[in-house]
């Protein structure tokens, strides 16, 4: 059984009263990319077969990232690059800003405070930018590591950071990096909670109003509930980065790596 059927057979199960089938923007296809936290080498593979996916489709065409293009793998500053430099012929772009792009600016801001994001990936994203760091540094060395990363930081890559969306819409479904607080409407959820909650979240079976696209949790496989879908699938580590493609009804997925379809 693929993948796929495999989601969709566990999600009705999981609420065989579902009647209602969650349709997109009417005359768009929607790809959806989940986190790729410094892969460039993936995020050039996945674009291949988006391109190569779309090639025919005659509507309009978005893709949209969920945030956390950097930290973590090696080429954060890469990954970047690619985006700002090499958008996707044809499509309407749309960048959610993910909860390590608002680490980086809060260290940038507040070094001293924020030493934590060296630890989840910060020491990464500094490398690939040029900026030497020692494994433990001394909390004195802080504030300068945060003066060399903006020296070597491009001013379009900055704007890229702080431009970054909180969430966006397309027909009955919700797009947000990390996910919603249950029973607040999504034209009230806090910023905070968009960009890092979790369990509140992942372990509700409430209806949100929308069905909610997110990665930020890594999963071995996405999944595809009835009111929420998740693809971060630990690109980093796992070479599998995901794509979720969205046609009025129809959900489909496009991945990298050696299980792709």
């Known amino acids: 059984?693929?993948?796929?059927?495999?989601?969709?057979?566990?999600?009705?199960?999981?609420?065989?009263?579902?009647?209602?089938?969650?349709?997109?923007?009417?005359?768009?296809?929607?790809?959806?990319?989940?986190?790729?936290?410094?892969?460039?080498?993936?995020?050039?593979?996945?674009?291949?077969?988006?391109?190569?996916?779309?090639?025919?489709?005659?509507?309009?065409?978005?893709?949209?990232?969920?945030?956390?293009?950097i930290d973590r793998g090696a080429e954060s500053k890469q990954v970047i690059d690619l985006l700002l430099d090499e958008?996707?012929?044809?499509?309407?772009?749309?960048?959610l800003?993910?909860?390590?792009?608002q680490a980086m600016l809060d260290f940038m801001e507040h070094p001293?405070?924020?030493?934590?994001w060296l630890g989840f990936g910060g020491r990464e994203t500094l490398a690939s930018y040029g900026v030497g760091v020692s494994y433990f540094p001394l909390m004195k060395e802080l504030p300068e590591l945060a003066r060399s990363l903006a020296?070597?930081?491009?001013?379009?890559?900055?704007?890229?950071?702080?431009?970054?969306?909180?969430?966006?819409?397309?027909?009955?479904?919700?797009f947000v990096h990390a996910g919603i607080r249950p029973g607040v409407a999504l034209d009230e959820q806090h910023v905070e909670d968009q960009l890092w909650i979790?369990?509140?979240?992942?372990?509700?079976?409430?209806d949100h109003g929308a069905v909610i696209v997110h990665g930020h949790t890594i999963v071995p496989e996405p999944e595809l509930l009835p009111n929420r879908i998740g693809i971060d699938t630990g690109a980093f580590h796992s070479g599998v980065l995901?794509?979720?493609?969205?046609?009025?009804?129809?959900?489909?997925?496009?991945?990298?790596g050696p299980e792709s379809h």
Request: aromatic share 8%; hydrophobic share 35%; net charge negative.
């Open 1 to 69: 059984m693929r993948l796929l059927d495999r989601l969709k057979r566990r999600a009705s199960a999981e609420d065989p009263g579902a009647g209602h089938e969650p349709r997109y923007t009417p005359g768009a296809r929607m790809y959806c990319i989940g986190d790729i936290h410094g892969r460039a080498d993936l995020l050039g593979e996945l674009h291949d077969k988006i391109l190569a996916d779309a090639r025919d489709y005659e509507g309009e065409r978005h893709i949209l990232y969920l945030g956390d293009y």
């Open 87 to 95: 958008p996707l012929p044809g499509f309407e772009s749309v960048f």
């Open 97 to 101: 800003k993910g909860n390590h792009e």
């Open 112 to 116: 001293e405070s924020v030493a934590g």
């Open 151 to 174: 020296a070597h930081l491009p001013d379009a890559h900055l704007a890229f950071l702080r431009d970054g969306l909180d969430c966006w819409r397309g027909g009955d479904y919700y």
């Open 198 to 206: 979790r369990d509140d979240f992942l372990h509700s079976d409430a």
């Open 242 to 256: 995901t794509a979720l493609v969205l046609e009025d009804t129809d959900q489909r997925l496009l991945q990298t």
